[in-house]
């Protein structure tokens, strides 16, 4: 089955720990995105990549670090300077041009203990 | 900057009965919009973009530019519609996406 792939389903972590989510994806896709899923607050956008070795804040990058070194991969750092980091995460990836869809990955759910 | 309004968060319809789902945007560019449906246990997919102007599982959607709406619409709700509904407007370089907050859709038997 190809197409989005995030490790891992769940992820805990502990205060003043950083940890990284993974996105993989094979349809040799321009452009990847991180979103955060909240209750009640839809999805907001973290980072956004259009091409390797390059990548932009979103609406909510602080806390967050992004690397995109490779064309299929885009993993997502959640620093111990996000103070509220429990939420769902949610990778997708386009083409990156007009009027073509994102596809979304599965999530991980990130939570402190 | 670009924003997405979806009033209801959540919206109960019988079986067979007509549903409205309702997206409003602000944007000031040509704006490119879609539908996103989240069903239960599956990851959020495509329902349908404005650009196609197609009906995707009964659902239809028109682009309102004068009243800055993106109803959803379907003239008779089955009950495999419940679902997570967001409306979102891509903008930007890289297209990235803004997302309304959601409307969770209930069919009733």
């Known amino acids: 089955d190809g197409g989005i792939t995030q490790s891992p389903k769940y992820l805990f972590r502990k205060e003043g720990q950083n940890v990284t989510l993974s996105c993989e994806q094979n349809?040799?896709?321009?452009?990847m995105y991180w979103y955060r899923q909240d209750p009640g607050q839809g999805l907001r956008l973290i980072y956004y990549?259009?091409?390797?070795?390059?990548?932009q804040k979103g609406d909510i990058a602080e806390g967050y670090s992004v690397s995109r070194e490779k064309k299929e991969s885009f993993p997502l750092t959640v620093t111990s300077a996000q103070k509220n980091p429990t939420a769902f995460y949610l990778c997708?990836?386009?083409?990156?041009?007009?009027?073509?869809?994102?596809?979304f990955g599965d999530g991980t759910r990130l939570s402190i203990l | 900057a670009q924003r997405v309004t979806q009033p209801e968060k959540l919206l109960s319809v019988f079986k067979g009965a007509p549903v409205e789902l309702k997206c409003n945007y602000s944007?000031?560019?040509?704006?490119?919009l879609f539908w996103y449906v989240q069903y239960s246990r599956q990851r959020l997919q495509l329902l349908l973009r404005?650009?196609s102007r197609e009906s995707i599982k009964g659902f239809t959607a028109d682009l309102n530019k004068g009243e800055t709406s993106f109803h959803l619409k379907k003239p008779f709700a089955q009950e495999e519609d419940s679902a997570m509904y967001y409306c979102?407007?891509?903008?930007?370089?890289?297209?990235?996406?803004?997302f309304g907050s959601g409307t969770q859709l209930t069919v009733l038997p």
């Open positions: 997708a990836s386009s083409q990156g041009q007009a009027n073509q869809p994102q596809h």
């Open positions: 349809l040799n896709h321009d452009a």
């Open positions: 990549s259009q091409i390797v070795n390059d990548f």
């Open positions: 944007y000031s560019g040509s704006p490119e």
């Open positions: 404005h650009i």
């Open positions: 979102a407007l891509s903008s930007g370089s890289a297209r990235q996406l803004t």
